[in-house]
């Protein structure tokens, strides 16, 4: 038990509709990243925000957005679906303490289904 | 770009058997971690090393981080049923400390 929730469990859409996936960060964490995993594969850097603000970015494109509130939650928003956006969508939260070595912790992740 | 290799990506053996995975890569990270997943689970963290030819121990598990900091292993002792998961390594790079992720090393250890 991380402390991370993540909302739905499961998802279906179709392609071209917009999705928004949510994420509840352990108390005092001020920083929450995204990634998306695909089946077979490791997760994938898709954003990370700090203090509710863009704090770098992975090879997503722009119809990945985010947010992060002051109530330790934050959104993952997906627009135009595409059916290679199916996936496991992780949320990891953690508190920045200016080193690399900080604790992710991961919520149990929300799938995806584009069809 | 930061890649991390895994190998083997599957790998089924007797409970009680050894075994080592690896990861690797041609870039240095300042910090290297290691997961496990679960089905319908997020990854869990299991260590994290940061000095170059650093060896941590957790219980059955060894982890160790190559002298460059360029490549990792976990080796374990007398597999257990227990240990089937999903083993991520995860690198933060030197420039920044986003991480990066393997594809992962799926274990099954057979009773």
């Known amino acids: ?115 | 770009t930061q890649l991390l290799e895994q190998s083997p990506q599957f790998l089924s053996i007797q409970e009680g058997e050894n075994l080592t995975v690896y990861c690797n890569s041609s870039s240095v990270f300042s910090s290297l971690q290691w997961y496990r997943q679960e089905p319908g689970e997020g990854p869990v963290l299991l260590v994290t090393v940061v000095t170059g030819g650093e060896v941590k121990k957790l219980k059955r598990l060894t982890f160790q981080f190559g002298d460059a900091r360029k490549d990792s292993s976990l080796h374990i002792t007398a597999a257990q049923p227990g240990d089937t998961g999903l083993y991520l390594c995860a690198g933060a790079g030197d420039r920044d400390d986003k991480i990066i992720f393997g594809k992962g090393t799926r274990l099954h250890i057979l009773p």
Not at chain 1, 50 to 74: A, K, T
């Open chain 1, 1 to 115: 038990e991380t402390g991370v929730t993540q909302s739905p469990t499961h998802l279906i859409k179709t392609r071209g509709q917009q999705v928004t996936l949510r994420c509840s960060s352990q108390s005092g964490h001020n920083t929450v990243s995204w990634y998306q995993q695909a089946l077979g594969q490791g997760p994938q850097f898709i954003f990370q925000y700090y203090r509710e603000e863009e704090n770098g970015r992975g090879n997503f494109p722009p119809r990945f957005s985010g947010l992060q509130f002051p109530n330790y939650s934050s959104e993952l928003n997906v627009n135009a679906l595409e059916l290679d956006d199916s996936a496991l969508y992780l949320c990891a939260s953690s508190y920045d303490s200016g080193t690399a070595t900080d604790t992710q912790y991961f919520g149990p992740g929300t799938r995806l289904t584009v069809l």
